[in-house]
């Protein structure tokens, strides 16, 4: 059972499921989640189990309906970034892993995406045959978290579609909450330590990767645009229903 987008310990209702499946449909469409097989529930009170994307189930189950459990199908990945998860500290340290994250990054704000909640565990990884690391994808789209950016102006970025004049400031804040975790939730002898050698790394990739964006201009300094910055913050605290970002 997963405290999909309730309080902490409470069990979800099913308009909390959806809000969070239908981030996960929208990532696994872009390329930055797992594919999603399917998922299935229990109501509370009944030992039926409902296949959540069946249109007539849906019709018959109230969206503020609680569930006792809950059961997502996706494809598997060989573990997460966090303690425990099967990475070992090494391979988070490499050139290739720091590459493979901002590049997971751009493309998640090239879809308009801001997961703010990036820490290590909600990062997954796949090893390819030389046990180095193949692939990476995010997880964990809970709704009071990640949210979704609207194009500010039109535009495409590596024939990639849609992007925002945002994309730099998304991507550079959601590599910084990466860090922040990385730095705070680690033992003290090793988070700052960590946290500072993929800052080093990542940061200079980012540099490289969003030099096209930046139009001749400094890459962080594009980055901090304004209104993207306000939209976040507005979203995250639930303030932007007239919101003007142009």
Known sequence: QRDLGAAPGQVPTVRDLLGELALAAHADQCRIGPKLYGCYATPVGSDEVVRLDAPKAMADLQQSEVLSEVVVLSEPWDGHCGKGGGLYQELLCSTKFCKLFVELVIRTATYG??????????????????????????????PAFVK?????????????????DGVPCLAVLMV??????VRCQSDKWVGPP?????????????????????KGGDVLEAALHAPTLRLVCDRLVGRDDDLDVD
Do not use: I
């Open 176 to 181: 910084m909450c990466f860090l922040a975790e």
């Open 148 to 164: 979704l950016v609207p194009a500010h102006r039109g535009g495409r970025y590596q024939d990639e579609g849609p992007w925002t």
């Open 194 to 214: 960590l946290a500072n050698a993929l800052a080093r790394a990542m940061f200079a990739e980012l540099c490289k990767q969003l030099e096209p964006m930046a």
């Open 113 to 142: 995406v801001f997961h703010g909640d990036l820490k290590r565990e909600n990062v997954l990884f796949v090893l390819g045959e030389d046990r180095k690391v193949a692939a990476l994808a995010l997880s964990n789209f809970d």
